[in-house]
């Protein structure tokens, strides 16, 4: 299950929505193995396509060495499908390369993507390992701290 923060959420929807009709596409980023996505980080798609996405080789390679640094991974990796459903395509399940990140999709098709749309958007999470895609469960909360707070 992806457990994510509202405001988290929040701004990953509005990247994809600013940035229809090209694909939007980012990480999220935590402390190695805690599986909490704390630092959001949009990118820009050097494809600048409707129907396909790539982090721009030197910034992704800035970032990657930061993390590094940092004791940190990219918790999520995020991007839109302009209009098509969030789930994966061919391409992206053959490019997804870290086992331990949660794959998120955002469809701005339909109407998400306009400014001031105040519907659903379609937001799902996915595992891919080894060509292998998993739908898994995504919990929006207020703060991580009400995660622990209940659970024993």
């Given at each position: 299950?992806?457990?994510?923060?509202?405001?988290?959420?929040?701004?990953?929807?509005?990247?994809?929505?600013?940035?229809h009709?090209?694909?939007?596409?980012?990480?999220?980023?935590?402390p190695?193995?805690?599986?909490?996505?704390?630092?959001?980080?949009?990118?820009?798609?050097?494809?600048?396509?409707?129907?396909?996405?790539?982090?721009?080789?030197?910034?992704?390679?800035k970032?990657?060495?930061?993390?590094?640094?940092?004791?940190?991974?990219?918790?999520v990796i995020?991007?839109?499908?302009?209009?098509?459903?969030?789930?994966?395509?061919?391409?992206?399940?053959?490019?997804?390369?870290?086992?331990?990140?949660?794959?998120?999709?955002?469809?701005?098709?339909?109407?998400?993507?306009?400014?001031?749309?105040?519907?659903?958007?379609?937001?799902?999470?996915y595992?891919?390992?080894d060509g292998?895609?998993?739908?898994?469960?995504?919990?929006?909360?207020?703060?991580?701290e009400?995660?622990?707070?209940?659970?024993?």
């Open positions: 299950m992806l457990v994510i923060e509202k405001a988290t959420y929040e701004a990953i929807v509005a990247h994809a929505r600013k940035d009709p090209d694909e939007a596409c980012g990480v999220v980023i935590g190695e193995g805690s599986d909490r996505a704390e630092r959001f980080v949009p990118m820009l798609n050097g494809a600048m396509s409707p129907t396909y996405y790539e982090f721009v080789e030197d910034d992704w390679k970032l990657y060495d930061e993390m590094w640094d940092r004791d940190e991974e990219a918790v995020y991007h839109s499908h302009t209009a098509t459903e969030a789930y994966p395509s061919r391409t992206d399940i053959d490019r997804a390369k870290y086992p331990t990140s949660h794959y998120v999709l955002v469809s701005t098709r339909d109407g998400a993507h306009s400014q001031t749309y105040d519907g659903p958007v379609e937001f799902r999470s595992r891919i390992v292998k895609v998993t739908e898994e469960e995504v919990r929006v909360v207020g703060s991580y009400e995660t622990s707070e209940g659970e024993d």
